[in-house]
């Protein structure tokens, strides 16, 4: 008996080295005190059994626990437990599984734990299967299976089911357990449900740092960043303990919210963590360089990153990131060397990052490099690559890519992936592979998606379907205010101006409000329907919505009045626009063009080249200028503009250009040094400045020259009516009417048919539209 006594007393006494032990975590004097109880003879003495496999898991040595939990003779409730538990933190969750099931009797902790591990592994669904399996046998869930439940819902989003919980924790009288309500608010949070989650919080009596940092958290999500810097605030005026997730939270607040507010904000928190020695923890210093790289402030980041006591991969991926988002791709190039040479291996994350920076620096070979240097590319990374060449214009690249991730690969598109394919369909005008990939987002259930949709109206308007465009748009589930636009801007691209203004009165009464883009659409329609009272009533609209400032919506403004022949408002106010961009500039100088004021155009531009750096010329405001001194006979200055553009201002001459100095010379009856100009010229199969030519020789009667011109024209556009119906003119008016004859045979001969003539009337309250032998009585009906 004092022999028993004394083992008991032996075993107590190791009993108390293996807690400390455990509470220390110190495996390797555990390992010691196990040598001790095998050589006392305790391996049969299940409590402290127990105690080693708890200190085997929780020091991370799962093998050992499970070798002990083996060899204990009466395994009870609590050696299953342990085990259990050991199984779960060593990740083999399917073990758990089977020692779950294998437990002759399971308890509600038993449950609690393996939930609890499927919960932190990331398979929610199965921890939310084992919730109901605990409850089939019959066991009431406790504060901890409450709380996994809820965080599953969170995790996946899931806010009925995770109301349904919260109904259940109502149910029992749990709702006011701190562990519950603390879940509900991170529940709430993540599934967007924020004004429950604040509701919540609002009725806690004491609220701790968990349910500050879980609302902080949702706030975030939610885009209320101002709100939840006021609530880390609040944190800190209640005395509320600040930890390091906390700290992280309200740094990623700082990351996302607005410039001044942020950099003020985030630099105290800065200080508060300098202070409160948080400065060791990884996730804290990780947060710091988000912080600052997001602020722009990049080399404030490169210190924070400096100063980090230990680095992971994602210490490096944020820093590579701050540096890729500014363009610096020899930066990144040498943080990713330094990185390797470190022992730290470059993930997907680090080369996107990589591809970013090739993207903002323009280098798109070295993008494609990365991109086919990655052995598996995420869908992010595929995406990355198409806007790439998106961007650069480089559509039929970007379409032999799309086509390779989808025919060779197999890698599934989503809604991104599909609207950059739809844009580089839109810039090539590839119509057949534009409906196929129309027809694989329908396949995906893409095509009623915001984005997507209006990519095909874009799509289908830039390769002239503009009613299969509408039918996409009146077909689209909802709308923004870029649909809209999109819509609104293809129908006046297309000329079907009115259209666009029914449109725009839509949007007006669907409760949207304009934006720069859709004033410049249907201010464009006012001006190619010539309706000066339409146009003054937008640009009304316009200063009462505050966008009259805007440099687009100004320019669209000049046009609309030069066009509706008001060019002296267009002139005042162009005068009077707060900043001018050279689409201002060259709509204003091709107002005064159109409108027979050549003088002033020249003057324009010319005051335009004495502002220096301000505005710089291109060939679209020379063809302005051209336009305006062949419409107003200023021949020789047209001849020198054309000669100046490359000795002067580094501008190729192109074919639009030599038309109109062709076309001033010709209107001159200056032929000779048409024929000059002419023999120099290298756009000789460009029918534009032929027909020019052919117009002015009609005007003037200059018969060799016409049939010159025409000759070309003939070759080069053979069914096009006009230079036969022009040649036919100019030999009518020098009464060679054998030759006028055969011009008609030689129309009929070859299938050309003379366009007929339409006008029509805008009475203010319809248009009537008449053409050449068309019967006034007709008309008048259809109108009627």
């Known amino acids: 008996m004092a022999a028993a006594a004394a083992a008991a007393k032996v075993a107590a006494h190791l009993a108390e080295l293996l807690q400390a032990c455990i509470t220390s975590r110190a495996r390797l004097p555990g390992r010691a005190i196990h040598g001790k109880v095998l050589a006392g003879g305790l391996s049969g003495d299940t409590f402290l059994q127990n105690r080693l496999v708890e200190l085997y898991s929780i020091s991370g040595s799962f093998y050992d626990a499970g070798r002990v939990f083996r060899s204990i003779p009466s395994k009870n409730a609590y050696s299953w437990n342990a085990a259990i538990s050991a199984a779960c933190r060593s990740g083999d969750l399917a073990g758990a599984c089977n020692l779950l099931e294998e437990m002759p009797e399971r308890n509600a902790v038993s449950w609690n734990t393996v939930i609890c591990g499927m919960v932190r592994a990331g398979v929610e669904e199965k921890g939310l299967d084992l919730c109901g399996m605990m409850m089939e046998e019959g066991f009431v869930p406790t504060e901890f299976t409450l709380a996994s439940a809820m965080s599953a819902c969170g995790s996946l989003e899931k806010i009925g089911h995770g109301g349904a919980w919260h109904a259940l924790a109502v149910k029992i009288g749990m709702e006011g357990d701190p562990l519950i309500e603390n879940a509900l608010i991170g529940m709430y949070s993540k599934c967007g449900g924020s004004s429950a989650a604040v509701r919540i919080f609002n009725g806690l009596r004491r609220p701790n740092e968990v349910a500050f940092t879980a609302m902080m958290g949702g706030l975030v999500k939610d885009g209320s960043m101002a709100e939840a810097l006021l609530l880390f605030s609040n944190m800190r005026k209640k005395g509320i303990h ?407 201002l580094d501008l190729v001459p192109l074919a639009d250009h030599y038309a109109c100095a062709v076309d001033a010379l010709a209107r001159a009856g200056r032929f000779s040094e048409v024929r000059a100009l002419i023999q120099k010229m290298p756009h000789e199969e460009d029918p534009i400045i032929w027909e020019v030519l052919l117009s002015a020789c009609r005007v003037h009667g200059e018969e060799e020259m016409g049939r010159f011109a025409a000759e070309r024209l003939f070759r080069l556009d053979p069914v096009n009516p006009s230079p036969y119906v022009l040649l036919s003119n100019i030999y009518a008016a020098n009464g060679r009417w054998d030759q006028v004859a055969a011009i008609r045979r030689k129309m009929v001969d070859r299938g050309v048919a003379k366009n007929r003539g339409y006008s029509w009337i805008d009475d203010k309250v319809s248009v009537t539209a008449f053409m050449v032998d068309d019967d006034v009585r007709a008309v008048a009906d259809r109108s009627g």
């Open 242 to 648: 600040v930890d390091s997730v906390a700290v992280s939270c309200v740094l990623g607040a700082c990351a996302r919210s607005a410039a001044e507010e942020r950099c003020f904000f985030g630099r105290q928190v800065h200080a508060l963590v300098t202070k409160s020695a948080f400065d060791s923890d990884i996730h804290v210093g990780n947060s710091l360089v988000d912080f600052y790289a997001k602020s722009g402030d990049i080399g404030d980041a490169q210190k924070a990153f400096t100063s980090m006591h230990e680095r992971n991969n994602v210490s490096w991926n944020i820093l590579i990131a701050g540096y890729g988002n500014q363009g610096e791709i020899e930066k990144v190039k040498h943080l990713i060397d330094q990185m390797q040479a470190l022992g730290f291996k470059p993930d997907e994350v680090t080369r996107a990052s990589q591809l970013s920076a090739c993207a903002k620096s323009g280098d798109v070979d070295s993008a494609r490099q990365v991109f086919d240097r990655m052995p598996s590319p995420s869908l992010t990374s595929w995406n990355t690559i198409l806007s790439i060449y998106s961007q650069r214009e480089m559509h039929l690249e970007a379409l032999e890519l799309f086509k390779k991730m989808q025919q060779l690969l197999g890698v599934p598109f989503d809604r991104t992936t599909i609207a950059v394919a739809l844009s580089a369909c839109s810039g090539t005008g590839l119509l057949p592979f534009g409906k196929q990939i129309h027809g694989a987002s329908t396949r995906r259930f893409l095509h009623g998606d915001l984005f997507v949709s209006s990519g095909l109206v874009d799509m289908y308007s830039k390769c002239g379907l503009i009613g299969l465009a509408r039918q996409v748009f009146d077909r689209m589930p909802e709308r923004d205010v870029v649909s809209w636009n999109s819509m609104i801007a293809s129908l006046a691209l297309h000329s079907c101006c009115r259209e666009a203004f029914h449109l725009f009165h839509q949007m007006l009464a669907a409760g949207f409000r304009p934006t720069e883009y859709s004033y410049a659409s249907v201010i464009s329609s006012s001006a190619r329907l010539s309706s000066l009272s339409q146009g003054r009533q937008l640009h009304g609209q316009t200063l009462k919505d505050g966008l009259c400032n805007d440099v687009f919506v100004g320019s669209s403004l000049i046009d609309m009045y030069a066009k509706c022949g008001g060019v002296e408002e267009a002139r005042v106010f162009f005068d009077h626009m707060p900043s001018r961009n050279i689409v201002s500039w060259n709509e204003m100088i091709h107002g005064y063009a159109q409108n027979g004021g050549g003088a002033a155009a020249v003057e324009l531009f010319e005051e335009m080249l004495q502002r220096g750096g301000e505005v710089r010329p291109d060939g679209v405001t020379l063809i302005a200028v051209l336009t305006g001194c062949s419409n107003s006979g200023m021949v020789d200055k047209a001849t020198e503009l054309l000669y100046s553009m490359e000795r002067d």
